[in-house]
């Protein structure tokens, strides 16, 4: 997704191409800002009155990746990020009618089985906060995170898939063996969770969620023992939702292992990270991040000239 395919730069188009080029089988689609206001309108158009209201750009570009994500499913992927690995692994084990992020969900790599439920529960939350809330807060990372904090919350265990991978080399397995994605846990927004292990068990499903620990990832986490410390997700089985309501986490490392910094990809950032990060997916060049000119709305901005 661009405004205009002409003016990505040398390394974008670069990227770009080498995503398809891993990808033949694929059917790739590349959306400009005129494709992107006519699938809205068309696809969309309860919403569409409501995404041109939306402002800055930046939020009506987040917005509208998770309209493409419920109506035709698929993986997303930002300009600047470089395939790596196959996504045909990643996605082909997954459990069917599921939406998939990162466990910091950042909107640059998003993937979805299509008209999952969640993507209106996005959508409907945005309607409500956009107006008083930043992009970081209202349609980017820690806005998808709240929505997914707050989908869970309604729903309960029922809702959250275990990630499963079909890769079987030695240094896979090694390199991802205290990351998240090998064993069924989840880290919702800016706490961390921890499902009802006690009414999960007394269930007596063999397949129940066991109990959440602490992550080394995520923002603003309140330490273990901490108050008010992580709240407890309800117990729902599987049963009690329906396929297409169910999300899962794919470990950061996967999908952007340096998270945007250091002197790793400061080193390959201008070319190819696949060496340095040859177990990754993907890795986000974050050439075009928005971190630091995240932009607000006008009447939140008119409200601090009157303070």
């Known amino acids: 997704m661009h405004e205009n395919v002409g003016r990505l730069s040398e390394l974008q188009a670069r990227l770009r191409a080498r995503c398809q080029e891993l990808h033949p089988h694929w059917r790739f689609i590349f959306w400009d800002d005129a494709a992107v206001d006519t699938f809205v309108r068309l696809a969309y158009p309860w919403y569409h009155k409501t995404w041109t209201e939306i402002e800055p750009p930046i939020k009506r570009i987040d917005t509208s990746r998770y309209m493409l994500m419920h109506h ?20 082909d084990p997954l459990p069917p009618h599921s939406t998939w992020v990162g466990d910091y969900p950042e909107p640059m ?13 996005a959508l409907h939350r945005i309607s409500r906060v956009w107006r008083e809330a930043n992009a970081w807060h209202s349609t980017g990372p820690q806005g998808l995170n709240a929505a997914l904090r707050e989908w869970v919350l309604k729903h309960g265990s029922g809702v959250l898939v275990p990630f499963i991978t079909q890769r079987t080399e030695p240094a ?36 129940a969620i066991p109990a959440v620990w602490i992550s080394s990832t995520g ?23 329906s396929p297409n309501m169910r999300v899962g986490f794919l470990a950061n490392e996967l999908l952007d ?38 932009g607000e709305s006008r009447r939140r901005r008119r409200r601090r000239r009157r303070g």
């Open 72 to 91: 035709y499913g698929g993986v997303y992927l930002d300009v600047d990020v470089e395939c790596v690995n196959l996504l045909d692994s990643l996605v």
């Open 219 to 241: 923002h603003s986490k309140f330490p273990p023992g901490s108050s008010p410390g992580p709240p407890a997700i309800k117990f729902s089985s599987p049963a009690d939702v």
């Open 172 to 207: 896979f397995h090694e390199w991802i063996k205290n990351k998240n994605n090998t064993v069924p846990w989840y880290e919702l927004s800016d706490m961390n969770w921890q499902l009802d292990s006690a009414a999960a068990a007394a269930s007596g499903l063999p397949n």
């Open 109 to 121: 790599f998003l993937a979805s089985a299509p008209r999952n439920d969640f993507w209106l529960h």
């Open 257 to 294: 292992p340096p998270g945007c910094g250091g002197p790793q990809l400061e080193a390959c950032r201008n070319g190819w990270c696949n060496t340095t990060w040859p177990h990754a997916y993907v890795v986000h060049h974050c050439m075009s991040t928005w971190r630091g000119r995240i």
